[in-house]
């Protein structure tokens, strides 16, 4: 055998003993959930073509069957090993950056998550395959008239194909050749046969979606602390360097208009921006308001058709579009010159993607603009602990506040019931106090809007029989139904069982009539349509909000006063900005501190902070009443007051005390399966492990919390335990991460297994 051959049947790159092979050897992350990278010989017809970024076909395992991956570096290298050849090419062309890939690494890193999975969520599946492109075929002419004359006689249809094409500055396009000659596709297949002509094929894209929209300006100026904040953000864009700036003001300060001056600097500069919301129903306002500020706007979001999203991505790859707006996609958005990053309410749980890889948007967003040498902004009325934090012992961190709202306007004042009392005096549990029935209808009287937030769906949380005291629950979860009146079915929020809702126990031994316990939107929807008859009322949660047109038509409504009420769930807390909303009611506001997790009271005030800034925006005054089960809740009394430094002060000396976020980093192993004591077992098995690799990693100031049964211990049909590593820093962190990974120490034998790297909800 020679120094070096190719084995037909196994496809492998044979090397005699002593001797190196040289030539392009590619590393490929495969597709799957296996956590290393593999090296593979580039075949020849393959050398040119192959880039970073392409998904590849590699044969695997001992029966090479061939599976997809992504290639993550080409290098011409001497070997001395077995190698087996790239297969073929998925992709004619590399959808990631030099940028994104290097992202992808620190992700797959930090996150716990292989390579390939990673690359694989950085491109959407409509991009990759081209969705909304069309084929189109050029004809080029490679022989002069003069030539093809002297050898060949042409027939009519011939000569004015090579006239055309010998006019052309360029290749022609067939369908156009051929309707400006007259001529048919057999003749320029005559003339491809000759040797005259050349055909070449590309893939080119339709226009992308377009959100422009007539220009307008406010005529309002900045005031003095706007121009302050702008001025310092300007500062770090014109340096250009990598800076966190955390833009911290109460509702109504101005935080949009700041941001909107920050980019267009960065736009009249000629590089794009990325600007990401945590919510498609903001993103739908927030694009109208960009727009009409900016052209060439493009939007992601995952409301989007697979072509819409497959042609707004190769408009912002192309630089097309100059400013990117949209939700956790978009932080991945293909800018080749992005300037500027912005995070607006930047402490949203929902820009932690809760699929492998577990990212934070925030995170990964700061360390794109890290790796771009570019400034962040992120703004918040209720910054994250985390963020507030760094600000004070991080370099690259700078806090700045918007301490009033603009021209002056006042917060609303807020007035808290305690439902107990309500209870007490009525004997029954109601869904609206006194107070703020009182309050409701004064705003009507005046023609104003308002705004109720109840944070859950349906009709009632609870059908119980109050004889044997049965509940409905869902047999797949550890959960309650939850009543849906519109259907008259009990649905899981959680595994969407559903059934429909007797009228009596299901016990035989009992028959007692079912009672509904407990309000969502549903409930108040009905309690409000009976009492206010002539108002118009619309409910807003994920059961009637079910397409992006859904949320536009919504939000035309109430900008045109078409809607008096709007009752619903979260989406209405946060963003959207309405003149004449002059009341906000939070009913149930303890339903955000009923979880067993640690930022529970984060998320109240949180919550509560962002709703009551929907009120009194303008010039209306505005005023909220938050009903309470636990009236003293020290972050509710401090929402009261809008403080959050005193809510920060004081939440962050008890998570000092306790050791938890942002005073430690924690990893969150979740391990279910069908059989509770295998789970368990499990569970007990990988907490040895991790405290051993504590032990022989001697890993500062690190330990472990747990094993215990997860709150929501049995979920579609699985038990749930999880085991909490901490850390007093992400160093720690990701270095106890990577030796559990390289030792293969996390391997549970159980049917689901998750690693949450910085996990959000504790649930």
């Keep these: 055998m020679s120094a070096s051959a190719k084995d037909n049947q196994t496809g492998r790159l044979w090397v005699e003993e002593g001797e190196a092979k040289v030539g392009p050897v590619a590393t490929v992350a495969p597709v799957a959930p296996i956590d290393k990278t593999y090296a593979f010989a580039v075949p020849d017809e393959l050398a040119d073509r192959l880039e970073p970024g392409q998904r590849v076909r590699v044969p695997m395992g001992r029966k090479g069957r061939v599976m997809d991956g992504f290639c993550v570096d080409v290098q011409t290298l001497p070997w001395t090993s077995t190698l087996r050849f790239v297969d073929s090419l998925v992709d004619a062309r590399s959808f990631l950056t030099t940028e994104l890939l290097q992202l992808g690494r620190w992700i797959a890193r930090y996150y716990a998550c292989p390579l390939g999975r990673t690359l694989n969520a950085l491109v959407p599946q409509a991009v990759r395959a081209q969705a909304g492109f069309r084929s189109v075929r050029r004809a080029r002419l490679v022989v002069s008239p003069t030539e093809i004359a002297r050898e ?132 739908t306002q927030l694009v109208h308001r960009l727009a009409s500020r900016f052209a060439d706007v493009a939007v992601i979001h995952s409301g989007l058709t697979g072509v ?165 629950e869902c047999p797949s979860c550890h959960t309650l139904l939850v009543f849906h009146s519109a259907t008259g079915q009990a649905k899981c929020h959680y595994c969407r069982h559903r059934v429909n809702v007797p009228d009596v126990c299901p016990d035989p031994s009992c028959r007692s009539p079912l009672v509904a316990f407990g309000a969502g939107t549903q409930r108040v929807e009905a309690v409000l349509g009976k009492r206010f008859p002539s108002a118009r009322v619309h409910r807003v949660d994920s059961d009637t909000m079910l397409s992006e047109s859904r949320y536009r038509q919504l939000i035309h409504d ?82 009261v007051r809008h403080d959050f430094v005193q809510f920060a002060t004081a939440e962050l000396q008890i998570r000092r005390k306790l050791r938890l976020p942002p005073h430690a980093r924690l990893v969150r192993f979740v391990l279910a399966g069908t059989k509770d004591a295998d789970v368990r077992r499990e569970a007990e098995a990988l907490a040895d492990r991790v405290r051993q690799a504590i032990e022989s990693t001697a890993a500062p100031n690190a330990d472990t919390l747990g094993p215990q049964p997860c709150p929501l211990l049995r979920l579609r049909g699985q038990y749930r335990h999880d085991l909490l590593l901490r850390t007093a820093d992400a160093g720690t962190m990701g270095q106890l991460l990577d030796h559990l990974r390289a030792n293969k120490l996390l391997a549970p034998k159980v049917q689901s297994f998750i690693i949450d790297v910085d996990p959000v909800s504790l649930a």
Excluded at 179 to 193: I, K, N, Q
């Design 308 to 472: 819409a999203r497959s042609l707004t991505w190769e408009a912002i790859a192309t630089g097309a579009k100059k400013v990117v707006i949209g939700t956790r996609s978009a932080v991945f958005a293909p800018c080749p010159d992005v300037g500027l990053i912005v995070i607006d309410e930047e402490q949203e749980s929902s820009f932690k993607n809760l699929q492998a890889p577990r990212f934070h948007v925030r995170d990964v967003a700061i360390k794109r603009a890290q790796l771009a040498s570019i400034p962040v902004i992120l703004g918040s009325a209720t910054p994250s602990l985390e963020s507030w934090v760094n600000c004070d012992r991080t370099d690259h961190y700078e806090r700045i506040i918007l301490p009033d709202r603009v021209r002056s306007l006042p917060l609303p004042r807020v007035h808290v019931v305690d439902m107990r009392d309500e209870y007490r005096l009525l004997g029954r549990f109601a869904v609206l106090s006194r107070l703020m029935d009182e309050k409701l209808t004064a705003t009507l009287d005046r023609g104003e809007q308002a705004v109720l937030l109840i944070n859950r769906r349906g009709h009632a949380s609870l059908l119980f029989c109050p004889n044997c005291k049965l509940r409905l």
């Design 558 to 639: 109430f900008e045109a006063r078409k809607i008096d009420i709007a009752v619903g769930t979260q989406m209405i807390a946060k963003g959207l900005d309405f003149p004449f909303v002059s009341f906000v009611g939070v009913l149930s506001a303890d339903v955000a501190v009923a979880s067993p997790d640690f930022r529970a009271d984060e998320r109240l005030f949180q919550l509560i902070t962002q709703v009551a800034g929907r009120a009194g925006r303008r010039d209306v005054p505005g005023e909220v009443v938050v009903q309470s089960m636990a009236p003293n809740t020290p972050a509710l009394q401090a929402a």
């Design 152 to 283: 060949h006689r042409l027939g009519a249809k011939q000569q004015a194909v090579v006239d055309a094409l010998s006019k052309a500055t360029g290749p022609v396009e067939v369908e156009r050749l051929l309707d400006d000659t007259g001529s048919s596709s057999a003749t320029l297949r005559s003339t491809v046969a000759h040797g005259w002509v050349t055909l070449e094929k590309t893939k080119e894209p339709l226009a992308a979606p377009d959100f422009d929209q007539p220009r307008h300006e406010p005529d309002f100026e900045l005031n003095d602390e706007q121009v302050k904040a702008l001025s310092r953000i300007r500062r770090a864009i014109d340096v250009g360097a990598f800076r966190v700036t955390l833009l911290y003001g109460v509702s109504g300060s101005g935080k949009t208009e700041v941001y909107i001056r920050a980019m267009r600097q960065v736009v009249e500069a000629g590089h794009q921006v990325i600007m990401l919301v945590p919510e498609i129903a903001l993103t």
